[in-house]
């Protein structure tokens, strides 16, 4: 049961987080950021195996318009095929203090409905905890109640020693590393186009992975949160294997300055997962909510 449950979070925490929490299912075995062309179709961020970026692309490392903040609630259905299975948010519940530093506290919860709790109930809960001004992680947990299945992990990013402290250990990590969490958000600044390859360095338990967010296509959706104009994105975890199972995610983020998560599906063994937005609040102090790319009938 063990082992199952590990797995079963990865698909979880997938639906949880979208672009971040979702690699670790969507990871290409034996691929690293080494065997990526060096043309002009990439743009480095953060390259986790050099501390130096290309100068064609050093323009590119700050972020653009931040359209979240303090008060953004996101609720999603989840859904296996055409079944409801439960629900999942993403909220930005507090500004917190973690080493002198201000950061938007970020909460994710996944928890399965009356109907599957009877099969595997879940009640998973991930936080990060996001520099303010740098747009970092500072410090992420994750509590896994799956089944039988429970485990509880916390990590402080030390990002002035380039160090991430466990309860037992420090694991030395690239400037500027993202947790699952916090790459999401932070990905949701850039300037992303059609066709391009961003790169963040990304530290899951104990590990560095160079983590590649692909943009596909722009394409409209309806869910019920609404109608959408949308980016269309894959995230990919570049390293030696965190599972030998295979996945692959799809994100659908606003084509616009928020850059909001609206829906995401995954293949899983049978079938596929998805997490479809039904509810969203923007940020107290972010602008106005017409300016999302919503199509109005």
């Known amino acids: 049961m063990r082992k199952y449950g590990s797995r079963r979070g990865s698909t979880w925490s997938l639906l949880l987080v979208g672009l971040s929490c979702a690699v670790v299912l969507t990871a290409q075995v034996g691929d690293t950021v080494a065997d990526e062309p060096a043309d002009s179709s990439y743009t480095f961020y953060d390259s986790l195996y050099a501390h130096e970026l290309p100068p064609d692309s050093s ?13 953004e609630q996101l609720i999603f259905d989840v859904q296996y095929g055409l079944i409801n ?52 992680s500072r410090r992420y947990e994750k509590h896994l109640r799956e089944g039988k299945f429970k485990r509880d992990v916390s990590v402080v990013f030390d990002q002035d020693r380039h ?9 030395p990590i690239p400037p500027r590393a993202q947790d699952v969490l916090s790459a999401l958000y932070y990905v949701r600044t850039l ?5 391009q390859s ?7 338990d104990g590990k560095n992975y160079p983590l590649v967010v692909k943009v596909h296509r722009r394409e409209t959706v309806t869910v019920g949160a609404g109608t959408f104009n949308c980016l269309v994105v894959e995230p990919i975890l570049r390293g030696p294997g965190l599972f030998t199972q295979k996945g692959r995610l799809t994100v659908w983020l606003t084509d616009d300055r928020y850059r909001v998560p609206v829906l995401m ?5 049978i079938g596929h997962v998805a997490a479809v ?19 109005k009938d």
């Open 163 to 171: 160090v991430a402290r466990y309860s037992d250990r420090e694991v």
């Open 277 to 295: 937005l039904k509810e969203m609040k923007l940020a107290d102090k972010v602008g106005d909510p017409d300016d999302l790319a919503i199509q």
């Open 198 to 204: 961003v790169f963040l360095a990304n530290h899951t």
């Open 85 to 136: 299975a439960g629900e999942a948010t993403l909220e930005i519940r507090n500004i917190a203090s973690i080493d002198s530093v201000d950061c938007y506290r970020v909460v994710s919860d996944a928890r399965t409905n009356k109907f599957f709790s009877k099969i595997f109930k879940v009640r998973d809960r991930f936080e990060s905890y996001i520099d303010t001004t740098r747009l970092t």
């Open 59 to 71: 323009q590119n490392l700050l972020p653009g318009y931040v359209g979240f903040g303090l008060g």
């Open 191 to 195: 300037p992303l186009e059609v066709g």
């Open 265 to 269: 599906k995954s293949k899983v063994i």
